[in-house]
């Protein structure tokens, strides 16, 4: 069965970073699924999230704003309010069947938002499977997928997001190498310290990736079965950085640099490298421009219809030459809850970042350093943050930071050398400093009135230190799981 209007299939797995997929080059992951849609589709070397945290990160990619322009929607573990539209919502209301596997819009609350579902679509959850390790999810996404086919009524197009749990932590230590995955293969990003305690890390944090490869390929399978391979659009992609210190909740290019591949049957031609600067903003008014539907508000994201179904590579469309990109509130590792706001600005040339509270700590308070996901490089930096080689790194990952930070893509990816006070580059910090500030004053970041306080005063329905469900640092201040914390408004003394 071939219907007029394309399928669209979303494959999202949890903290995925560039370039950690075979077809950009790298060699401790399988990912052939992933290597397909890049062969037969358009393989993008410069797509990145709006922000470096799951729940902002997918509202983004669902909604087609920015995190400042989502209200509870910019920070991790709170909600996202109903009155902004999703696309998967959009699309079922133009006669499409939705449904989501896996992780969809998240961490956070959808009872909280007023919706009836998650905002990716409703959960085929129920097929269970043995995975690989301990710590993998039981989901059999492949399955779930076959059932929601299965009750998708005749002739009606699909919108289906597959949101795996992997490669989020935590891993089975050292599962990799017992699958047969070599240290010699991996790449230790200039970040991170090259020791073997690392690369077995990153070989754990691998053969995840490989897990989610695997159930796309079923998926893709299954759709060639069906004959509907070629008359749906597939997106595979991550959701933000790897979760390794100084990536994933960071606004350094491994924190917000992901993989992106997207295959449309004869629609977008095959074997192409696209270097356009594209966001997960983009991928809504995409989805909804694919299938003729109209955009009830205004997104900032615009549609990649036009460079998809193009023949051109490199960079296609020459106005995809910047990107905004923003963080809040993430983990419960800080006093009243309070998050570390910074934004920033990436051309062809520089990395701009502001820090708008230097003197908070960034990576979290040092009782346990809470933006940073535990694991194995995590303890390595830490217990070794003494010695020569290992001091730089850490001190990059865990101390404060200053309120500008510059970095020249000539340089590479790592972001270790902060230029915000070479004289050399003080005109090139000004103009993008500038363009930042014009850019979020034109999109209404509260940061650019005097509002930000409104960020951290967002209920968050995570954990926090001491709770009895985790055995954390328990923090000064407000510490009320789902409230909003009114003590932040700047009237709360006088009211």
């Not at 043995?130 to 699909?158: E, H, I, V, W």
């Not at 356009?276 to 009830?296: E, M, N």
């Not at 933006?371 to 930096?381: F, H, R």
Request: glycine share 10%.
């Amino acid at each position: 069965m071939v219907t007029q209007r394309p399928n669209i299939l979303v494959a999202i797995s949890d903290d995925q970073g560039w370039p950690h997929a075979g077809a950009y080059g790298c060699r401790f992951v399988n990912t052939p699924a992933f290597d397909r849609v890049a062969a037969e589709g358009v393989l993008f070397e410069n797509a990145f999230c709006p922000a470096p945290q799951c729940s902002p990160s997918r509202a983004g990619l669902l909604t087609g704003l920015n995190m400042w322009q989502l209200e509870e929607g910019a920070v991790l573990w709170s909600l996202l309010p109903a009155k902004y539209d999703c696309y998967p919502d959009l699309l079922a209301e133009a006669g499409y069947f939705v449904g989501l596997t896996g992780k969809g819009w998240g961490p956070g609350s959808v009872p909280g938002s007023g919706r009836p579902h998650n905002p990716a679509g409703p959960s085929y959850d129920a097929r269970k499977c043995q995975p690989l390790t301990t710590k993998m999810s039981r989901n059999d996404y492949a399955a779930n997928f076959a059932d929601f086919l299965a009750a998708r009524p005749a002739g009606a197009p699909f919108c289906f997001w597959y949101g795996a749990k992997e490669p989020h932590r935590a891993y089975e230590t050292g599962s990799g190498l017992r699958a047969g995955k070599r240290l010699e293969d991996v790449d230790v990003p200039a970040y991170l310290p090259d020791c073997e305690d690392v690369r077995s890390d990153l070989l754990d944090y691998g053969l995840e990736i490989d897990r989610f490869d695997q159930d796309l390929g079923k998926m893709m399978a299954l759709l060639e079965e069906r004959d509907e391979l070629s008359n749906t659009i597939i997106v595979v992609t991550g959701d933000n950085g790897c979760p390794f210190p100084r990536a994933k909740a960071n606004l350094y290019e491994n924190g917000l640099h992901v993989p992106l591949a997207i295959r449309w049957g004869t629609r977008a031609a095959g074997g192409r490298r696209v270097t356009d600067f594209v966001s997960f903003i983009d991928l809504a008014p995409t989805f909804l421009d694919a299938a003729g539907v109209t955009q009830r508000r205004p997104m900032t994201g615009r549609s990649l219809v036009p460079v998809l179904c193009c023949k051109g590579e490199g960079r296609v469309d020459p106005t995809r030459d910047v990107l905004f990109t923003g963080k809040e509130r993430h983990a419960y590792c800080r006093p009243d809850n309070r998050g570390y706001p910074s934004r920033s600005v990436k051309t062809d040339d520089f990395l701009y970042i502001r820090n708008y509270e230097p003197d908070a700590w960034p990576a979290g308070n040092p009782e346990g350093y809470g933006d940073v996901d535990p694991g194995p490089s995590k303890t390595y930096l830490l217990e070794h943050r003494d010695e020569e080689g290992v001091r730089e790194l850490a001190e990059a990952a865990f101390a404060k930071r200053p309120a500008e930070e510059l970095y020249a893509a000539a340089d590479g990816d790592a972001n270790l050398g902060n230029l915000a006070d070479d004289p050399q580059y003080a005109e090139a910090k000004q103009q993008l400093s500038e363009l930042l500030e014009r850019t979020l004053t034109e999109q209404g970041d509260p940061r650019m009135s005097g509002q930000g306080w409104v960020y951290d005063h967002y209920p968050y329905y995570g954990r926090m230190g001491g709770d009895g469900e985790w055995g954390g640092p328990i923090f000064p201040g407000f510490r009320e799981k789902g409230e909003y914390n009114m003590s932040l408004r700047p009237d709360s003394a006088s009211s």
